[in-house]
Each structure stands twice: as C-alpha cells, then as structure tokens.
C-alpha cells in the first residue's frame, strides 16, 4: 500500500505564492506519474498538473504560466510551486500517484485558500 503526505497548503493573498509537496512512502522513482489535482466546494476534482516518469509535464489551462510542477529526486518528493495565486485556485488540493500496475493511489488533501 503506497502513502502520500502533503504539506504546503495554506491562506495566501490573492497574488501570492505557495509551493505543495507530495512525498511518497517509496521512492518517486518507483512511478508511472505523479499528479496534483483540486477540488472547490461544488465542484468536481480536477487536474491541474502532471509529470510522467520520462520529465513531461502536463497543465490545465487555468494554471498555465503560473504554476510549475516539478520532481526533487533527492528529497524524494514532488511539488507543486503556485504563483500569482487567484481567488479561484482556492480548493482541496491532492496528490496522485500512478504505479506500473496501474494503480491510483491518493493523498489526504491540502486546503489552499486565496482571499485578502
């Protein structure tokens, strides 16, 4: 059974920046993907980034040039770095693994919230 922890999340003024991590309880290498998706109250959970084993990163388009998602191999964690933070990225935000086999595995989710 894989674990993930988050931390990162947070209040943050609309503008700001936060930076989420994922660390897994095996090596990051161990994984097809890594995703970071959020879900807002009402709604339902979306993607907002990806990275696949080979360093191809993938973006929703509400999120393209602001936030940068990214592995560090020697903390063994993924990130997540959100800038010029708006009120609407205010959600639930989690971490989702893929292994070889296909599995999804999913974190507890971190609360970001953006508001002055």
């Known amino acids: 059974q894989v674990r993930l922890v988050e931390s990162g999340g947070g209040l943050v003024q609309p503008g700001g920046s936060l930076r989420l991590s994922c660390a897994p309880s095996s090596s990051i290498f161990d994984f097809k993907a890594f995703g970071w998706y959020r879900q807002a109250p009402g709604k339902q959970r979306e993607l907002v980034a990806d990275i696949v084993s080979t360093g191809t990163t993938n973006y929703a388009n509400s999120v393209k040039g602001r936030f940068l998602i990214s592995r560090d191999n020697a903390k063994n964690t993924v990130n997540l770095q959100m800038n010029s933070l708006k009120p609407e990225d205010t959600a639930v935000y989690y971490c989702?693994?893929?292994?070889?086999?296909?599995?999804?595995?999913w974190g507890q989710g971190t609360q970001v919230t953006v508001s002055t």
């Open positions: 989702n693994v893929l292994d070889p086999t296909d599995q999804n595995y």
